[in-house]
């Protein structure tokens, strides 16, 4: 992020509610479910993973209990890694798995992380405002052979639509107008 200004919605408060009020084993489960599913991978034992715009940590947790060697969970919201640490605390700190706070758009920041047989950026990286910069970013960091898990929203053709969804992240709410 040189010279970037960097606006995000703000998901965090979401995600603290969330952890604290309806994570239930069901959920994670089926979290586990999933990432074992969609990585075709009955244990992620041997393997590392980062987890880019963790949010609620619920997936980094789920990479945790499917045994990943080591775990890098990072978000750019601070409050989505205070939910994401809130997790980390319910199985105790382990020192394999690591939460910082950072951007994917940071260059000196992604510098640092090294590589991970698997990257997940679950909903995130049309979030950041630079998307193909932060999927140049993220690809960057799969280790040869590893797999890359992204999750790219198109339009919400929903009741909302994708033009309150626009207006909301940028920190305007229509409902005001
Ligand atoms: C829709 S949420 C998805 C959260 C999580 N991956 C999940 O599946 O539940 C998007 C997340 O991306 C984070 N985010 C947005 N811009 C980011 C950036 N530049 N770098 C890292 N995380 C970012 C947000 O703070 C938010 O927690």
Same mark, same amino acid.
Request: glycine residues 10%; contains cysteine.
């Given at each position: 992020?040189?010279?970037?200004?960097?606006?995000?919605?703000?998901?965090?408060?979401?995600?603290?509610?969330?952890?604290?009020?309806?994570?239930?084993?069901?959920?994670?489960?089926?979290?586990?479910?999933?990432?074992?599913?969609?990585?075709?991978?009955? +244990?992620? %034992?041997?393997? *590392?993973?980062? #987890?880019?715009?963790? &949010? !609620?940590?619920?997936?980094?947790?789920?990479?945790?209990? =499917?045994?990943?060697?080591?775990?890098?969970?990072?978000?750019?919201?601070?409050?989505?890694?205070?939910?994401?640490?809130?997790?980390?605390? +319910?199985? %105790?700190?382990? *020192?394999?798995? #690591?939460?910082?706070? &950072? !951007?994917?758009?940071?260059?000196?920041?992604?510098?640092? =992380?090294?590589?991970?047989?698997?990257?997940?950026?679950?909903?995130?990286?049309?979030?950041?405002?630079?998307?193909?910069?932060?999927?140049?970013?993220?690809?960057?960091?799969?280790?040869?052979?590893?797999?890359?898990?992204?999750?790219?929203?198109?339009?919400?053709?929903?009741?909302?639509?994708?033009?309150?969804?626009?207006?909301?992240?940028?920190?305007?709410?229509?409902?005001?107008?």
């Amino acid at each position: 992020m040189t010279g970037q200004v960097e606006k995000s919605f703000e998901f965090g408060r979401n995600w603290k509610r969330f952890v604290k009020s309806y994570l239930t084993d069901e959920r994670l489960a089926a979290a586990r479910q999933h990432l074992s599913q969609m990585l075709v991978l009955e +244990t992620l %034992e041997g393997r *590392t993973f980062l #987890d880019i715009g963790c &949010g !609620s940590g619920i997936h980094s947790l789920a990479a945790y209990e =499917l045994g990943a060697e080591r775990t890098v969970s990072f978000d750019v919201d601070h409050e989505s890694v205070e939910a994401t640490k809130m997790l980390r605390a +319910t199985v %105790e700190h382990p *020192t394999h798995w #690591d939460v910082r706070t &950072g !951007s994917i758009l940071d260059d000196a920041f992604v510098a640092n =992380l090294g590589s991970f047989d698997i990257v997940y950026a679950w909903g995130c990286l049309h979030h950041t405002g630079a998307m193909w910069t932060a999927l140049k970013h993220a690809a960057g960091l799969v280790k040869a052979g590893g797999q890359f898990y992204i999750a790219i929203y198109n339009h919400d053709e929903g009741a909302k639509g994708s033009h309150y969804w626009a207006q909301r992240k940028a920190g305007t709410s229509i409902m005001d107008a």
